[in-house]
């Protein structure tokens, strides 16, 4: 992944669907996701205030805190029973050239 892009979404649908993956996808997804959105929740919030998913999801810090469970995932993986063949079963399909990336893309 290059750092500031995002990968074009047909084409990460089409290698996950090619490499048979998109349950494996959708279910690392929203385990990323769920993490870091637990971790945003316990941090604590500036002038009592209460902690607002629908705005957190809205932040930079929403998508830092999203490739940090992303990069921490990948990290224990290898650890996991049968992590290594997951990983080594996702690494093909998903990987994607540097012009698959874009600055930003937005939904017509």
């Known amino acids: 992944m290059q750092d500031g892009n995002v990968p074009n979404p047909i084409k990460a649908w089409e290698n996950a669907t090619q490499g048979n993956v998109v349950d494996r996808v959708v279910d690392m997804a929203g385990s990323c996701l769920n993490s870091a959105l637990e971790a945003a929740a316990s941090e604590p919030q500036a002038g009592n205030r209460v902690f607002s998913p629908q705005n957190w999801i809205k932040t930079k810090t929403c998508l830092a805190g999203i490739r940090a469970a992303i990069r921490q ?7 996991m029973p049968g992590g290594r063949e997951v990983k080594h079963a996702l690494e093909q399909p ?15």
């Open 73 to 79: 995932y990948f990290t224990m993986l290898p650890m």
């Open 94 to 108: 998903l990987k994607m050239e540097n012009t698959d990336f874009e600055a930003r893309w937005a939904a017509d």
